[in-house]
């Protein structure tokens, strides 16, 4: 099964929802260009700060489409769907009333949730890392799978991305999407080949001029490569990949990061105040790193990952050519 976007997208390609790292302007050149543009709900600090971005990002695309006759891609909101997220009710009212056309969910896979936004015809993508996580979520009646393997940025599994398509595909018919190390046209390929429907982008998104990353991140990214990221649960007591110098000039030592224990980053009001403290100076990376040596606008990011998509689809007909 296909959502219904697919076809209509210029690449097959979701830019995630990147925790203080997406907003209005990276999702509405996103969804300018033909992929889908997302953005976390806890990016903003309240629900009616939410909301306004919502309706920013809806007015936008829609004076795109009136000005240009042309289509944009439907957006999405993440939804942090967990004990500790005190807003994930208020949030998805937000979703209904404003009928946000695609909705991922993390931490949680609620049936209760899948039937809210199907009831105004969203869809719902759920990322997992694996297969019982991906079994609740199907059993949830969500739309798509979101496949997050070895080397994907923030909260990332540790399952090569072959065998978890592999397995996932063997009882999930719908929508799969794949996260881990893809940042070029040639990566979307093969995710593709792999048995994916579409490709889904992280860290490349960060070095674009949209995102609201620090200059400095930037940079630090197009300094590292894969050997720079470290898989810790150390920042925020699940394992996620950091960038290494980040880690660094903030203290933390190898022994320090290879310790499954949290560290404590001083008191805090509550949790989510701590996740925003310890995110904020430390940064997150997938091991997709090693390809990025730039920041672009992401127009010119999306042109450069199609050409770059034709040019690896293309070298495989030739390649078919030889064993036919």
């Known amino acids: 099964m296909k959502a219904f976007f697919i076809d209509e ?76 997220n005190s807003r994930v009710q208020a949030d998805l009212e937000i979703c209904v009333k404003h009928k946000v056309p695609l909705i991922i969910t993390s931490l949680g896979a609620v049936s209760q949730l899948v039937d809210a936004v199907h009831s105004y015809g969203g869809l719902v993508f759920h990322d997992v890392i694996k297969k019982r996580h991906a079994e609740k979520a199907a059993q949830a009646g969500v739309d798509g799978l979101i496949l997050v393997s070895a080397g994907a940025g923030g909260h990332a599994g540790l399952t090569n991305p072959m065998s978890l398509i592999a397995e996932i595909k063997t009882f999930f018919k719908k929508v799969i999407l794949l996260s ?9 390929a093969s995710a593709l080949q792999m048995g994916a429907d579409l ?59 290879s310790k499954s224990k949290r560290i404590d980053f001083g008191e ?20 997709g ?26 070298k495989q007909q030739e390649i078919l050519k030889k064993y036919l």
């Open 199 to 257: 490709a889904y982008m992280g860290t490349r998104f960060i070095n674009v001029d949209e995102s609201m990353a620090e200059e400095e991140y930037k940079q630090m990214i197009i300094d590292s490569k894969a050997s720079d990221i470290v898989y810790t649960a150390a920042v925020s007591g699940v394992n996620a990949n950091f960038l290494r110098p980040s880690l660094e000039s903030m203290g933390i030592t190898e022994d320090m990061w």
């Open 268 to 287: 805090e009001l509550d949790a989510a105040k701590a996740e925003v403290k310890a995110w904020k100076t430390i940064w997150s990376a997938g091991q």
């Open 289 to 314: 790193v090693t390809t990025i040596e730039d920041v672009v606008s992401t127009k010119s990011l999306i042109d450069r990952l199609k050409a770059e998509f034709i040019e690896a689809l293309q």
């Open 9 to 84: 997208l210029t690449l097959p390609v979701v830019a995630a929802p990147m925790f203080l790292i997406s907003g209005p302007k990276l999702v509405i050149e996103c969804c300018k260009n033909g992929i889908i543009g997302t953005f976390p709900a806890l990016n903003q600090r309240d629900t009616e700060g939410f909301e306004a971005w919502v309706i920013e990002i809806k007015e936008a695309l829609a004076q795109f489409e009136k000005e240009t006759g042309k289509k944009a891609a439907p957006f999405g909101v993440n939804l942090i769907v967990h004990g500790t």
């Open 180 to 188: 881990g190390c893809i940042s070029t046209g040639n990566d979307i």
